[in-house]
């Protein structure tokens, strides 16, 4: 099994509705992200969390939320998804600050139509 | 703000040697990485620097200057399998959070 898992793999939604990314790690490590990839753009942070009570806003973190249900969950929702939050989402994890940096997930690709 | 600029696509050829720029500007250095992406997977950890200097990992070596805010990946024996974007990221303050570079997409030719 995969470290940090992501699902769904592949998702296509309609404008408006909402949705939800999971990931989950068996890493055992305290820190999650998640970060969307556009082409040219890059990786941009959303959120991140330390540990289950520590949630912090990324660069761009308007139009998503997350919650961290336990240690080894952190989830991404759209409350009302836009075709501009069509992306490639990661969700990352590490511990402290290792020399390794992240463990990332597979990854999600949403289209938002 | 942080600012991170590598150059958008490179091409060289399979067996020769290969160097990726990175300049950053950023507050709080804490360490830079470089990590390797194939399109539509997860980016990968290739090296990491935190002190000037050279860091040799096999076929990828990474450089650092901190004065000058600049690092480069070394990729020598260039093979086809190569061919992926690269990452440049920079870790600041106390935590582990990265700022990411745009990547620089490497096209190995025969």
């Known amino acids: 099994d995969a470290d940090v898992t992501q699902t769904p793999r592949n998702r296509i939604t309609k404008t408006g509705k909402r949705i939800m990314l999971e990931c989950s790690q068996t890493k055992g490590h305290d820190r999650m992200y998640w970060y969307r990839q556009d082409p040219g753009l890059g990786l941009r942070l959303i959120y991140y969390s330390f540990d289950v009570k520590d949630i912090n806003k990324g660069e761009i973190s308007d139009g998503y939320s997350v919650s961290r249900q336990a240690q080894a969950k952190f989830s991404l929702s759209l409350e009302s998804a836009i075709p501009n939050q069509t992306a490639l989402y990661f969700c990352?994890?590490?511990?402290?600050?290792?020399?390794?940096?992240?463990?990332f997930g597979s990854g999600t690709r949403l289209t938002v139509v | 703000g942080q600012n991170i600029d590598q150059p958008t696509e490179m091409t060289a050829t399979e067996g020769a040697i290969v160097q990726i720029n990175c300049t950053y500007q950023t507050s709080g250095f804490n360490g830079l990485f470089w990590y390797q992406q194939h399109a539509g997977e997860a980016p990968t950890f290739l090296s990491y620097?935190?002190?000037?200097g050279l860091e040799e990992k096999g076929r990828f070596s990474s450089f650092l200057s901190r004065s000058k805010g600049y690092s480069y990946l070394l990729l020598k024996e260039l093979q086809m399998k190569d061919s992926a974007s690269y990452l440049c990221?920079?870790?600041?303050?106390?935590?582990?959070?990265?700022?990411f570079g745009t990547g620089t997409q490497l096209k190995v030719e025969l």
């Open positions: 990352a994890t590490s511990e402290s600050a290792r020399v390794d940096g992240y463990t």
């Open positions: 620097n935190v002190l000037d």
């Open positions: 990221a920079v870790r600041t303050g106390g935590g582990n959070k990265l700022t």
